[in-house]
């Protein structure tokens, strides 16, 4: 395997995070999660586009939440700079296009594999199209989402980069493959997780959905604000026993 000219790094004022991070594809959620975790407005620092909160007092402890981010591209540079700074185990929390008749607006998704429209993980050198999370991930959020009486679907998503061309020969196409739902960052998440040996896995709430050529939009139903509040609450119950299971794979 040939070795990268540019390769990240750790800056010389770059904080050094502890081994829990959160990326978060929206601004509202971004804000969400940083008051859940009693952090900041202040952003410790600049990540491209994103902005990193951590508590500063915690150096190389305690919780990371950086956002908002979006699409494959944009989510692997951050990914690849949190993992530099001493991320080891990346919960995403985003949301999705439901492509399943039976999966409605509002519900949550545990993401157990991603089959990738996407071209940020075909330059990573990990075999398949179809990319999977770390089960240590998956397994502290069914464990937080059942202590907090949530429910949710468990399946997989199909990773575009181009939501403008979601036709309906595609959703009918990766509906065959098993995908519940369509949304922009996991499956390069996931293949550069298991390229750099770290832990990545994925909780999404439908926010609209995509069927029989129609697109309904969700993003202003209760029941899609009220999901991504479980989330966040979810998320934050997961990170003591990210934390705790740091070292497992």
């Known amino acids: 395997m040939l070795a990268e000219i540019v390769r990240p790094q750790k800056g010389k004022?770059?904080?050094?995070?502890?081994?829990?991070?959160?990326?978060?594809?929206?601004?509202?959620?971004?804000?969400?999660?940083?008051?859940?975790?009693?952090?900041s407005q202040k952003s410790v620092l600049r990540l491209m586009n994103s902005r990193l909160y951590c508590d500063q007092r915690k150096e190389g402890k305690g919780v990371a939440i950086v956002?908002?981010?979006?699409?494959?591209?944009?989510?692997?540079?951050?990914l690849e700079r949190l993992i530099a700074l001493g991320a080891q185990s990346i919960v995403f929390f985003g949301w999705c296009g439901s492509i399943s008749?039976?999966?409605?607006?509002?519900?949550?998704?545990?993401?157990?594999?991603?089959?990738?429209?996407?071209?940020?993980?075909?330059?990573?050198?990990?075999?398949?199209?179809v990319f999977e999370p770390s089960e240590t991930i998956a397994r502290a959020a069914r464990t937080a989402l059942a202590s907090h009486n949530a429910s949710f679907r468990q399946g997989g998503v199909w990773t575009t980069d181009a939501p403008y061309r979601e036709t309906e020969e595609k959703v009918l196409h990766f509906r065959k493959m098993g995908a519940l739902a369509v949304e922009m960052e996991l499956s390069a998440l996931f293949a550069v997780g298991r390229f750099r040996n770290v832990k990545v896995g994925g909780l999404l709430v439908v926010s609209d959905r995509l069927n029989n050529g129609k697109w309904r939009r969700g993003f202003s139903l209760p029941e899609f604000k009220q999901a991504r509040r479980m989330v966040s609450d979810v998320i934050y119950a997961m990170s003591e026993d990210l934390d705790d299971l740091r070292l497992i794979r």
């Open 67 to 78: 956002g908002p981010v979006i699409g494959s591209p944009c989510a692997v540079l951050i």
């Open 13 to 39: 004022n770059d904080p050094e995070i502890g081994p829990v991070a959160v990326m978060v594809s929206s601004e509202i959620d971004l804000n969400m999660l940083r008051r859940r975790f009693s952090l």
């Open 101 to 129: 008749p039976d999966l409605n607006l509002g519900e949550i998704v545990l993401v157990d594999r991603a089959v990738s429209e996407e071209g940020t993980s075909k330059l990573y050198p990990v075999s398949g199209e």
